[in-house]
């Protein structure tokens, strides 16, 4: 029986900050809904800091071409890592960074700064496969909620927000979800 992603996190939990996606953040219920396929997949995050929640996708997501991007991929600590230099925000950045390359999975757990989440977007949802998801996470209001979800509204994005915030959970507590229709 393959390994759930519950089963795969401890290994690379770590505290708040970086490995959070299932302590700090109770995310990991949203991923295992959402990332109905889990081999032979690509994923891209934006956002690695050391390398735990790539370390993680990498073991979860048998037979898959995993990468990540971060402007200071020096931090990494995990070896074998594919991890590119690169600010998501800046289209020349991103074209050099990944060329013409497809996701089925795309992760922004970049800045947290709406501006920027918005920049991501607007680069990288057009790269992602159909029937693929497209994952904002730690949104730090419902001010960029709102920015958030008016982009996707006017580009006719079928969406949906999961909002964990409450008494012992982060402020930032909200992701959205991109769901890209299946080609007919």
């Given at each position: 029986m393959p390994l759930t992603l519950a089963d795969v996190y401890p290994a690379y939990s770590a505290p708040a900050g970086w490995g959070d996606k299932g302590s700090a953040h109770d995310y990991l219920?949203?991923?295992?809904?959402?990332?109905?396929?889990?081999?032979?997949?690509?994923?891209?995050?934006?956002?690695?800091?050391?390398?735990?929640?790539?370390?993680?996708?990498?073991?979860?997501?048998?037979?898959?071409?995993?990468?990540?991007?971060?402007?200071?991929?020096?931090?990494?600590?995990?070896?074998?890592?594919?991890?590119?230099?690169?600010?998501?925000?800046?289209?020349?950045?991103?074209?050099?960074?990944?060329?013409?390359q497809t996701f089925d999975y795309v992760i922004d757990d970049g800045s947290h700064h709406v501006h920027e989440q918005l920049a991501t977007l607007d680069l990288l949802l057009p790269r992602v496969n159909a029937g693929g998801r497209y994952f904002i996470e730690d949104i730090t209001g419902d001010l960029p909620l709102a920015l958030i979800c008016a982009r996707l509204h006017d580009g006719g994005h079928d969406y949906d927000v999961y909002d964990g915030r409450g008494p012992d959970r982060q402020p930032d507590e909200i992701m959205v979800i991109v769901s890209i229709p299946e080609e007919n």
């Open positions: 219920p949203v991923y295992a809904r959402e990332m109905t396929r889990t081999e032979n997949v690509t994923l891209l995050e934006v956002g690695v800091y050391h390398g735990h929640s790539l370390a993680m996708w990498g073991a979860w997501l048998t037979d898959s071409t995993i990468i990540g991007l971060d402007t200071h991929p020096g931090l990494v600590t995990y070896p074998d890592l594919d991890v590119r230099a690169c600010n998501a925000c800046d289209p020349e950045q991103v074209d050099a960074a990944l060329g013409s």
